[in-house]
C-alpha cells in the first residue's frame, strides 16, 4: 500500500512540473460593511467549460493551473448581486484581483429565502435529495412515517419492512456510514426533528459499497456549522389514539478553525395498531388483534471538525441510542365471529436495545485543486438488545406448547470499517479516484426457551437453549475513471470484494451443533454517461452491478418475532444474491422548475425471498423464513417534477410504475407472482406570507401482489401549516395527517392459509411542533468547513 502510494505522489508531481502556472486569485467583500464575505461560489467559465471554487473564511479564493485563455469570472452568494468580469493572461503568469466588492440585493435575498421555505426536493445527477424540515405533514413522526410518505419508497406497516421501487433490498445509511441497527427498528429510532434530508441513490457508482441491489437511502442529520455559537430547540406533540411526545436540541460552537457539534433527540409514548384476520376452509378462524407499544428513545450525536491547516481536517463524532421498547399484542382466537372465544393469547415483550458508533476521519487536500485529495476514515460501533418475552393464553393455562412460555433472548453486534480513499485529477477534466476498505462484523444470539415440544415418544420436554454466532468479513478495492468530453462526461469503474464468513449454530433441543463457512470474490463493474443537450437538457445512462447479502436478521435460525399463529426465523443456509441493474434519465430545466423521466431494469440472481409454511409442531401456525430461488427481471419508471406554478405557490409530485417477478415457497409449494404497482404523491406549499406557509399533500399506493398476499389500494391527504414568531426565531407548526383516516392496510390471501384481514394503526394524527433558533444570525451563515469541499462519500463511508 506504501508503495502505491509512493506512485500516485510521484505520477501527481510529474503532472504537476508540466502544467502551466497561471493562477487568479483575490478576496471577495461586502461592499457596505468592507468586510470578507466566506465561502461564497466563484466560477471562472471559458466556452463551454467551467472551474469552480469557493471561497474561504476570510473570502479569499485562488484558480491554478489554468489554460492561458479569456475567462468570464462569476460570484455568487445568497442575499447578494451576481458578480461577473472579464478575465484575460496575456503575458501573465497570475492575475491578483484584489477586493472584490458584492452588492447586497435584499430582493433576491427573500426570493431565496421563500424558495428554501417551499421546496422540499432536489434532483441531483447521482441522487435525489428530500429536505425533511420543510415538510410540514412530517412534524413530529419517526423516520419510517418520514419515508413511508416520499417517492419511491414504501415501509410495510406489519413487519417494518422498507422498500425502494418495489424492492425490499436497500441499502440504509447514516450521515453517509453502514449501522448495525437492524432497519426496520432504526427508521422507528430517529424522529423526524433529527433528520435534516434523505438521498435517494437509486444506483451507485463503484466507489459505493455494492449492498442493496435497489440502491441505497442515506439519512442525514442535522449538523450546523454556522459562525460562532447557534442552536436550536425543538418540540413536537402528537395525538391519534395515543398520545406521543418528541423534544431535540442542536447546538455548534464555531472558530475560525475549529467547530464543536451535539444534537440529542428524545421521542416516547404509545402507540397502537388494531386489526382483524378471518382464515376460511379447514383451519377457520377469526383473530381479533390490538396491540400496544410504549415506547421511549433517546438519540444522541456530538463531536467536532477540525481544520488542522488550510487544507487538512480532521472530523471525530459519536452517535448513541438508548432505547426501552415494551410491546403487548393481545389476539383473541375464535371460530367464527359469532362463536365464543376459543383462546385469549397475551403476547408481550420488554426490548432495551443500546447502540453506539464511534467515528473519526482525516481528509488532506493537496495544493489548490480541491480534486486532489486522500481520506481516511475508521468505524467502530457496538449493539446489544437483550428481550423478555411472554406467551400466555388466559383461556388455556396449561397449555403450554403453542402459549404459556417465556423467552430470554440476548443479541449483540460489533461492526468495525477501515476506509482509504484517494483522489488524483490530470489533464483537463479527468481524475482518478481509488480506495481500499475493510469490514468485519461479529453477532452473538442467544434464545432461551421454556416452549415444550412433542418427543418422538410421546413425552415432552423444554427447547431449552439455542445459540448462533456469525463473522462477516468484507475486504475490498475500488478504481473509477472519469472523463469530461466537451457535453459528454463518462465515468468507468470496478470494484473487486472478497466476502467471508464462519457461523456456529446450536440447539440444546436435539444437540445440533453445525458450522457455516462461505467465501465468495466477486467483482462489481460499472459505467455513466452523462449528455448534456444543451443548457437546459441533459440524458444520463447509467449500469452496475450489485449484491444483496442476507441480513442477520435473514440467517439467525432463532425466532426473531412472531404472533400466536405466525413465527419468523432465519435460514442460516442463504446465499448471495447479484443484480445487473440499469437506469437511463432524462432531466429537463423549465423557467417554472424541473421535471425528470427515469427509466430502469434489473436482472437478478439466485434472489432472496420470503417463504411461508405449516409449522410442524401446531398445524394452525405458520412458520415465516427466507430462501433462494432463480434468477427474476423488474422493470419501470418514474416521473417526477418540482414546479414554481406561481410566486406563492409550489409543486412537488411524482409518479411511478413498475413491474416484478417474485419467486418462493408458500406451504412447501413454488409460486411465482409478477408484481405490478402505481403509485402517485404530490404536495403543495402556499406562501401566505412571509410569517405564514401552507401545505397539502396526498398520496395513492395501488394494489400489490406478494407471493402469499394481495394488498389492496393505500391512500392519503395532509395537511400543514407554519408560522414565525419572535422575530422569525421561532416556528410554530400544525400538522393534521390522514385527514379522511383511509390509510390502512387491507388484504386477502390463498396460501399457506385462505384468509383475508386489515390493520389500522394510528395514521390520522394531529402534531403541534415549535421550533426555536437562537444564536448568531447573519447573511455570513452559508458556511461551510473546507473539509466539506472534499468529498467525504468514501469507499467505505458510503457502504
Known amino acids: 500500500m506504501n508503495k502505491f502510494l509512493l506512485l500516485l505522489g510521484l505520477f501527481t508531481q510529474l503532472v504537476w512540473s508540466q502544467a502551466n502556472k497561471n493562477d487568479i486569485t483575490g478576496v471577495v ?164 426533528n433529527a433528520i435534516k434530508n434523505i438521498e435517494l441513490i437509486t444506483n451507485p457508482s463503484a466507489k459505493y459499497n455494492p449492498e442493496g441491489n435497489s440502491g441505497m437511502i ?65 383451519s377457520q378462524s377469526v383473530q381479533e388483534i390490538d396491540g400496544n407499544d410504549d415506547f421511549d428513545n433517546h438519540l444522541l450525536k456530538f463531536g467536532v471538525d477540525i481544520d488542522l491547516t488550510s487544507s487538512t481536517a480532521l472530523e471525530l463524532f459519536s452517535t448513541q441510542t438508548f432505547n426501552t421498547l415494551k410491546y403487548q399484542n393481545r389476539t383473541k382466537i375464535s371460530e367464527t365471529k359469532a362463536t365464543s372465544v376459543l383462546s385469549d393469547n397475551l403476547f408481550s415483550f420488554t426490548r432495551k436495545p443500546e447502540n453506539k458508533s464511534y467515528h473519526a476521519g482525516i481528509y488532506q487536500q493537496f495544493g489548490d485543486d480541491k480534486n486532489h485529495f486522500l481520506s481516511l476514515e475508521g468505524q467502530h460501533s457496538i449493539r446489544t438488545q437483550p428481550e423478555d418475552s411472554d406467551w400466555e393464553d388466559t383461556l388455556n393455562p396449561f397449555d403450554n406448547f403453542s402459549s404459556n412460555y417465556t423467552e430470554k433472548i440476548s443479541n449483540q453486534n460489533d461492526l468495525t470499517l477501515v476506509n482509504l480513499d484517494y483522489t488524483l485529477p490530470f489533464g483537463i477534466e479527468s481524475y482518478i479516484e481509488s480506495g481500499l476498505s475493510f469490514r468485519e462484523e461479529n453477532t452473538s444470539n442467544a434464545n432461551d426457551s421454556t416452549q415444550e415440544v412433542i418427543t418422538e415418544n410421546g413425552g415432552s420436554i423444554s427447547r431449552g437453549r439455542s445459540t448462533f454466532n456469525y463473522q ?96 419468523a426465523q432465519g435460514n442460516q443456509d442463504l446465499e448471495q444474491e447479484f443484480t445487473n441493474s440499469l437506469e437511463t434519465r432524462y432531466l429537463r430545466k423549465l423557467k417554472t422548475g424541473n421535471v425528470s423521466t427515469t427509466l430502469f431494469y434489473r436482472h437478478t440472481k439466485d434472489p432472496i425471498n420470503r417463504t411461508i409454511s405449516v409449522d410442524p409442531i401446531n398445524n394452525e401456525r405458520a412458520i415465516l423464513s427466507y430462501s433462494n430461488f432463480n434468477s427474476t427481471n423488474s422493470y419501470g419508471i418514474e416521473i417526477s417534477t418540482n414546479l414554481r406554478v406561481k410566486k406563492w405557490w409550489r409543486l412537488n409530485a411524482s409518479s411511478d410504475f413498475y413491474s416484478r417477478k417474485i419467486e418462493g415457497i408458500v406451504a412447501n409449494k413454488y409460486r411465482m407472482v409478477t408484481n405490478q404497482l402505481f403509485n402517485c404523491r404530490a404536495s403543495n406549499s402556499f406562501t401566505v406570507s412571509n410569517k405564514l406557509s401552507l401545505q397539502l399533500s396526498a398520496m ?100
Not at 440444546?508 to 443537450?533: C, G, H
Request: proline share 4%.
Open 218 to 282: 442515506n439519512i442525514v442529520l442535522v449538523k450546523s456549522t454556522r459562525l460562532g455559537f447557534n442552536g436550536n430547540i425543538t418540540t413536537t406533540s402528537q395525538y391519534g389514539r395515543k398520545f406521543r411526545q418528541t423534544s431535540g436540541i442542536n447546538l455548534n460552537q464555531k472558530t475560525k478553525n475549529i467547530n464543536f457539534f451535539g444534537n440529542y433527540s428524545n421521542n416516547y409514548g404509545k402507540k397502537n395498531t388494531m386489526g382483524n384476520l378471518v382464515r376460511n376452509g379447514p
Open 29 to 192: 467583500i461586502n461592499k457596505t460593511t468592507r468586510e470578507p464575505i466566506p465561502f461564497v461560489s466563484i466560477y471562472a467559465t471559458n466556452g463551454d467549460k467551467t472551474w469552480s471554487q469557493i471561497a474561504d473564511e476570510n473570502g479569499g479564493f485562488r484558480f491554478s493551473n489554468l489554460p492561458r485563455k479569456k475567462y468570464i469570472l462569476s460570484i455568487q452568494s445568497i442575499g447578494y448581486k451576481t458578480y461577473t468580469q472579464s478575465i484575460v493572461f496575456n503575458n501573465k503568469d497570475s492575475i491578483l484581483l484584489k477586493n472584490i466588492s458584492l452588492e447586497e440585493n435584499v430582493e433576491a435575498l427573500n426570493t431565496i429565502v421563500l424558495r428554501s421555505e417551499t421546496s422540499t426536493v432536489t434532483q441531483k445527477v447521482d441522487r435525489i435529495v428530500i429536505n425533511v424540515g420543510k415538510d410540514l405533514t412530517s412534524i413530529g413522526a419517526a423516520a419510517a412515517d418520514v419515508l413511508d410518505n416520499i417517492q419511491s419508497v414504501a415501509v410495510d406497516p406489519q413487519t417494518g419492512t422498507l422498500s425502494l421501487r418495489g424492492n425490499t433490498k436497500v441499502r440504509v445509511l447514516i450521515d453517509g456510514k453502514p449501522t448495525n441497527i437492524p432497519t426496520e427498528q432504526l427508521l422507528q429510532q430517529i424522529p423526524s
Open 472 to 567: 462477516r468479513k468484507i475486504y475490498s478495492a475500488y478504481l473509477n475513471y472519469k472523463q469530461q468530453f466537451n457535453k459528454l462526461d463518462i465515468q468507468a469503474g470496478l470494484r473487486a470484494e472478497s466476502y467471508q464468513t464462519l457461523g456456529d449454530f446450536y440447539t440444546a433441543l436435539d444437540q445440533q451443533d453445525r458450522e457455516i463457512k462461505q467465501k465468495v470474490n466477486s467483482i462489481y463493474p460499472s459505467f455513466f454517461a452523462t449528455y448534456k443537450l444543451n443548457e437546459d437538457r441533459q440524458l444520463q445512462f447509467s449500469y452496475s452491478r450489485r449484491v444483496d447479502r442476507p441480513t442477520i436478521k435473514q440467517i439467525t435460525p432463532i425466532r426473531t418475532w412472531g404472533t400466536p399463529l405466525v413465527t
Open 700 to 799: 395513492y399506493r395501488g394494489t400489490s401482489e406478494s407471493l402469499q398476499r394481495t394488498r389492496k389500494p393505500m391512500y392519503q391527504i395532509n395537511t400543514g401549516a407554519s408560522y414565525k414568531i419572535f422575530n422569525e426565531k421561532g416556528t410554530l407548526s400544525l400538522a393534521l395527517s390522514d385527514i379522511f383516516n383511509t390509510y390502512g392496510y387491507r388484504f386477502y390471501s390463498d396460501a399457506p392459509f385462505l384468509q383475508e384481514g386489515q390493520f389500522k394503526w394510528e395514521t390520522r394524527k394531529i402534531t403541534l411542533g415549535f421550533v426555536y433558533h437562537f444564536g448568531i444570525k447573519s447573511k455570513k451563515n452559508n458556511t461551510r468547513r473546507r473539509k466539506q469541499d472534499i468529498p467525504t462519500q468514501s469507499s467505505g463511508g458510503m457502504f
